[in-house]
Nanobody, 121 residues
């Protein structure tokens, strides 16, 4: 059973940066980041597959970077030039063959507890 735990959220002014971290007990063919703003449904932000290929939501391309340190069992989301519309709860996610949330050809099934990111203008 994969377990995930996010950290690194907080409050930042527009234009600032944050780096989120996600520790995991084991990797999968897809690892990713999702977010959910108040009153909105959860949306995919970024993901990478076991071959190292990455995908990003259009809204964050050029600003966010997903990466991992396999030796440390840690997934990262570097968030630069943050905007107020980035305010959301951010979740680390892991995929499996029977996941029910589809995004970028991955089926996500397991989620961390979430870490809040708040961007003020």
């Amino acid at each position: 059973q994969v377990q995930l735990a996010e950290s690194g959220g907080g409050s930042v002014q527009a234009g600032g940066s944050l780096r989120l971290s996600c520790g995991y007990t084991s990797s999968s063919y897809c690892m990713g980041w999702f977010r959910q703003a108040t009153g909105k449904e959860r949306e995919g932000v970024a993901r990478l597959d076991s071959g190292g290929s990455t995908s990003y939501a259009d809204s964050v391309k050029g600003r966010f970077t997903i990466s991992q340190d396999a030796a440390k069992n840690t997934l990262y989301l570097q968030m630069n030039n943050l905007k107020p519309e980035d305010t959301a709860m951010y979740y680390c996610a892991s995929a499996s063959s029977f996941g029910h949330i589809w995004w970028q050809d991955c089926r996500f099934s397991t989620w961390g507890q979430g870490t809040q990111v708040t961007v003020s203008s």
